[in-house]
């Protein structure tokens, strides 16, 4: 089973300021590493797919990065809709799909 | 607008079963994979099973594999989840998922609002 590590769990920031998350796998997943958002009550959304695309409906200031077993999502200048938890979830190897422990974005 | 609507949730002792149901609309449904993840409240996200298009392939986690069964019925447009000899770690919201492609991606682009499943006694 591949196992996601993301960093940091919280991430206390104020709006306008650049959040950088961390998504860790235990063994390559080589570009098959996707990122979703998740607001308090609210469902998953898909935010980036295979590293480093965005999906359909993406803001621009949300970037992906990395392949291998090191990835970062990047949102260049937080929204007030933005702080939420950020999971990243793999496809190289399955079953089990698996997801990482996510990280929170906090307001400062 | 693709709509997936959870049902069949609730309140069930260590030991019972469930059947948790997915409708969906606004889309193809028999031309997806399908898929049911859950949420431990304030927790994460943890993958349960998915499913092909005609049902002939299934998939579970270990945690659950040989209690839950996934099944669909592309006539009606529906996802199932039966949930045996369920235990109190499986108590969680449950979401019903739709792949993003029409061909095993395994990202989802689609998602229910979720049910809750608490198993007490």
């Known amino acids: 089973e591949i196992v996601l590590t993301q960093s940091p769990a919280t991430l206390s920031l104020s709006p306008g300021e650049r959040a950088t998350l961390s998504c860790r796998a235990s063994q390559s997943v080589s570009d098959y590493l996707a990122w979703y958002q998740q607001r308090p009550g609210q469902a998953p959304r898909l935010l980036i797919f295979d590293a480093s695309n965005r999906a359909t409906g993406t803001p621009a200031r949300f970037s992906g990065s990395g392949s291998g077993t090191d990835f970062t999502l990047t949102i260049s200048s937080l929204e007030p809709e933005d702080f939420a938890t950020y999971y990243c979830?793999?496809?190289?190897?399955?079953?089990?799909?698996?997801f990482g422990g996510g990280t929170k974005v906090e307001f400062k | 607008e693709v709509q997936l609507v959870e049902s069949g949730g609730g309140l069930v002792q260590p030991g019972g079963s469930l059947r948790l149901s997915c409708t969906a609309s606004g889309f193809m449904f028999s031309n997806y994979w399908m898929t049911w993840v859950r949420q431990v409240p304030g927790k994460g996200l943890e993958w349960v099973a998915n499913i092909k298009q005609d049902g002939s392939d299934k998939y579970y986690d270990n945690s659950v594999k040989g209690r839950f069964i996934i099944s669909r019925d592309n006539a009606d447009n529906s996802l199932y989840l039966q949930m045996n000899s369920l235990r109190a770690d499986d108590t969680a919201v449950y979401y019903c998922?739709?792949?993003?492609?029409?061909?095993?991606?395994?990202?989802?682009?689609?998602w229910g609002q979720g049910t809750q499943v608490t198993v007490s006694s």
């Open positions: 998922a739709r792949d993003m492609g029409e061909v095993s991606i395994q990202l989802w682009d689609s």
């Open positions: 979830q793999q496809r190289s190897d399955w079953p089990p799909l698996t």
